[in-house]
């Protein structure tokens, strides 16, 4: 008997790319999927294509809802989800079709509790696409603490994954805050015993203007700066030897938000966060000059912004 993935796919003003994606999921060499569309309260035809495809695939479920942002749509889809895995696409994506199979193999095949596939990065400019050469790699297994470390030092998704179900029995999305990705990568890697790192191109991201990841600094971007103070206080619980790497994370956040908040000169909002952040950059200044991890450049500019 075969296992059943559940694929969780928020959608939200993406009419133009919501079919390629639908049609990558529904065409997979593994059949066995639910996938469920959450439909976040879309004010363009996400929601009628949304219905014409569960009307034609009866493996697709569409919740539709009151827009609450990507992440409250992913916890839907998560208490919605009957699988024995869970995976995420993001509904301006598309994925290669072998996908799942790949994924499903690897975990298998490693005795993997979270399988990651290659990610080609596609920039989309005005419907050209160019996808970026991918960098050679091998298959690698690693423990949740090597795995954390990557987040920490370098980030991380949540799309181009399969992890088991039981891997989120606990773990949702915070509500409100963008770059949340970073968050539940970190808190998923630690539920796992081992995650194993695919050599093969599974997922296709598309970096398109005006996204979330190309829109000009706001206040909103702020949140990885939150997050990753979250993130520090998780692994000193979880995992003390990474407190380093997590003060690194921590320590560029704080000067990525300290030096774009000057941008937006006249918000009363962002002078208070930039105030605050500032006192936190004057107290940990030693901390990061101390750090194997914090380069010589974000050292002097820690030196500088601490003035």
């Known amino acids: 008997m075969s296992e059943k993935i559940s694929i969780i796919i928020p959608v939200y003003k993406v009419e133009q790319y919501l079919p390629e994606c639908i049609e990558s999921i529904i065409n997979q060499t593994y059949h066995d999927l639910e996938i469920i569309l959450v439909d976040d309260g879309s004010p363009d035809k996400c929601g009628e294509i949304c219905d014409q495809y569960a009307r034609q695939d009866e ?5 539709h809802k009151e827009n609450g942002g990507v992440a409250r749509a992913r916890n839907d889809g998560i208490e919605y989800a009957s699988g024995d895995y869970i995976s995420f696409i993001d509904s301006d994506d598309w ?3 072998n996908a799942y199979e790949l994924l499903h193999q690897g975990l298998k095949q490693y005795d993997a509790d979270c399988a990651v596939g290659k990610c080609v990065t596609v920039i989309d ?3 050209v696409l160019t996808p970026k050469k991918n960098a050679e790699s091998s298959v690698r297994c690693e423990t949740a603490s090597e795995a954390m470390k990557h987040v920490l030092l370098s980030g991380s998704a949540v799309w181009n ?3 088991k179900r039981e891997v989120f029995k606990q773990i949702r999305f915070p509500i409100g805050r963008v770059n ?3 968050v539940v990568a970190l808190h998923a890697y630690a539920e796992c015993k081992k ?4 050599d093969q191109d599974t997922y296709y991201y598309r970096i398109r203007q005006n ?3 190309t829109s000009k600094f706001s206040l909103r971007n702020v949140d990885c700066y939150y997050n990753s103070v979250d993130n520090l206080e998780f692994v000193r619980q979880r995992q003390p030897e990474l407190v380093e790497c997590a003060e690194y994370k921590c320590i560029k956040a704080m000067l990525y938000c300290y030096v774009n908040l000057r941008k ?3 918000d009363p909002e962002a002078k208070k966060i930039r105030h605050k952040i500032h006192e936190e950059i004057r107290q940990k200044k030693s901390a990061a000059y101390a750090n194997q991890y914090v380069s010589l450049a974000m050292k002097v500019l820690m030196f500088v912004c601490a003035i």
């Open 95 to 97: 994925i290669a079709e």
């Open 59 to 63: 493996r697709i479920h569409v919740i």
């Open 211 to 213: 996204s979330i990841t």
């Open 161 to 163: 994954r399969l992890f």
């Open 180 to 182: 949340d990705d970073e």
């Open 264 to 266: 937006l000169k006249g």
């Open 195 to 198: 995650i194993v790192f695919l």
């Open 125 to 127: 400019e005005n419907g």
